[in-house]
């Protein structure tokens, strides 16, 4: 079975510009969360998707920051504009629907530089 | 605020010691506390997680004790291994389907 994927694994974009960040969770997972990494830091909560809607989005730093996910399947993070501190790794997970902790399996990340 | 604080950040083994990260956490409604491990080029992959009403879990060489009273939690890995060369992260959240809190990562090499 896949697990989760990322697209794209690296992404270098100027200051002021649009990038889309892309995730497919593993088939039938409910439950799809994002998660940032600046360098030396945590990895920090973005937001939480249970299939389309969006449950959590507290984590999200500003309006630059628009989050989707279509038809429950996969899910797009867009940055619009892109500003210097945006620079770090994001990380998509998913769990399955229900019960009270469902295992979190993580993507490998997309690692993005603004300059 | 800084939910979940977790030390050292780095931290060298030799071959066949053993390697112990510790976790405090702040916030008492806290349900879960699960571990991560992180290679070069890869996501995090749960490692191994215990809840409050225990005080050890073991499997295999790792084992997680936990002191709900002093809000602290920490992982041991006995006979570290060079395979056992990651970072590691403590994390803490929720009942239910809730988002991880993170602390700060830890990485662990293990030296022959």
């Known amino acids: 079975e896949a697990g989760v994927t990322q697209f794209p694994s690296h992404s270098v974009i100027e200051k002021g510009q649009t990038v889309t960040l892309r995730c497919d969770p593993i088939?039938?997972?409910?439950?799809l969360y994002w998660y940032r990494r600046v360098m030396g830091k945590e990895i920090k909560f973005l937001l939480h998707?249970?299939?389309?809607?969006?449950?959590?989005e507290s984590g999200m730093p500003n309006n630059r920051f628009l989050a989707e996910r279509t038809g429950g399947t996969y899910s797009t993070l867009k940055v619009q504009p892109a500003e210097l501190e945006d620079s770090g790794v994001y990380f998509c997970?998913?769990?399955?629907?229900?019960?009270?902790?469902?295992?979190?399996?993580f993507g490998p990340g997309t690692r993005l530089t603004v300059l | 605020q800084q939910q979940v604080k977790q030390s050292p950040q780095s931290l060298i083994v030799q071959k066949g010691g053993i390697s112990i990260i510790n976790c405090a956490y702040e916030?008492?409604?806290?349900?879960?506390f699960p571990w991560y491990q992180q290679f070069p080029g890869k996501g995090p992959a749960l490692l191994i997680a215990?809840?409050?009403?225990?005080s050890e879990k073991k499997e295999g060489r790792f084992t997680i004790s936990f002191n709900k009273s002093a809000k602290q939690f920490s992982l041991h890995i006995m006979d570290s291994q060079p395979g056992d060369s990651a970072t590691y992260f403590c994390?803490?959240?929720?009942?239910?389907?809730?988002?991880?809190?993170f602390g700060k990562g830890t990485r662990l090499s293990v030296i022959a």
């Open positions: 215990i809840r409050p009403d225990v």
């Open positions: 998707f249970v299939k389309e809607s969006k449950q959590d």
């Open positions: 997970a998913s769990s399955q629907g229900g019960g009270s902790y469902n295992e979190q399996f």
């Open positions: 088939s039938g997972h409910d439950n």
């Open positions: 916030n008492t409604a806290f349900d879960y």
């Open positions: 994390a803490a959240c929720y009942e239910g389907n809730t988002p991880l809190v």
